[in-house]
Antibody
Framework: QVQLQESGPGLVKPSETLSLTCTVS????????WTWIRRPPGKGLEWIGY???????NYNPSLKSRVTISIDTSKNHFSLTLNSVTAADTAMYYC?????????WGQGTPVTVSS | DIQMTQSPSSLSASVGDSVTVTCQAR??????LNWYQHKPGKAPKLLIY???NLKTGVPSRFSGSGSGTDFTLTISTLQPEDIATYYC?????????FGQGTKLEIK
């Protein structure tokens, strides 16, 4: 069964860059879409964007100027980079397989933006 | 963005009850609607895709219906392990959007 595991720093300073990696096991990143989603405390889920295994991407316009999703097929993982973070970026971050219908998700990793 | 509105935001029911959660899209989304179950500390789980298709392995007490703007998730015979927050999600238009969630508790 496909399993996803998010990893990265749990604390990021304001104005700095948030970087997370999602490692996929039990399956290949090819030929799938891969998605990042987040849930700020006390709020609902927010779709961040997705990447196809070929490298093509689609981002939420609300984050588009600050977000990059990349994929490394040789390492079977994909990554999220979010620039110029503020406290509003504090959230639980999830990675998932699939584009419109993410069918396997990671357990999530908490990220706090604070000095 | 397509706003998705779920109701109720929280729900308390007894084991064995039938439970219904509704999700309304601000504009028509055909049947491009998924339902997820999320238990604290665990990975969210896809239950239903395409409004009414049960994902393989999901208990048959879960069902989904609807098309256009109005959708429902029904749990026919509530079990203790169904305690979770349930989310709807549209994938008709980018950016994909979620409902705010329905927290289900057992009485």
């Amino acid at each position: 069964q496909v399993q996803l595991q998010e990893s990265g720093p749990g604390l990021v300073k304001p104005s700095e860059t948030l970087s997370l990696t999602c490692t996929v096991s039990g399956g290949s990143v090819s030929p799938h879409y891969w998605t990042w989603i987040r849930r700020p405390p006390g709020k609902g889920l927010e779709w961040i964007g997705y990447i196809y295994f070929t490298g093509s991407t689609n981002y939420n316009p609300s984050l588009k100027s600050r977000v990059t999703i990349s994929i490394d097929t040789s390492k079977n993982h994909f990554s999220l980079t979010l620039n110029s973070v503020t406290a509003a970026d504090t959230a639980m971050y999830y990675c998932a397989r699939g584009g419109g219908t993410p069918d396997y998700w990671g357990q999530g990793t908490p990220v706090t933006v604070s000095s | 963005d397509i706003q998705m509105t779920q109701s109720p935001s929280s729900l308390s029911a007894s084991v064995g009850d039938s439970v219904t959660v509704t999700c309304q899209a601000r504009q028509g989304i055909n049947n491009y609607l998924n339902w997820y179950q999320h238990k604290p500390g665990k990975a969210p789980k896809l239950l239903i895709y395409g409004a009414s298709n049960l994902k393989t392995g999901v208990p048959s007490r879960f069902s989904g219906s609807g098309s256009g703007t109005d959708f429902t998730l029904t749990i026919s015979t509530l079990q203790p392990e169904d305690i979770a927050t349930y989310y709807c999600q549209q994938y008709h238009n980018l950016p994909y959007t979620f409902g705010q969630g329905t927290k289900l508790e057992i009485k």
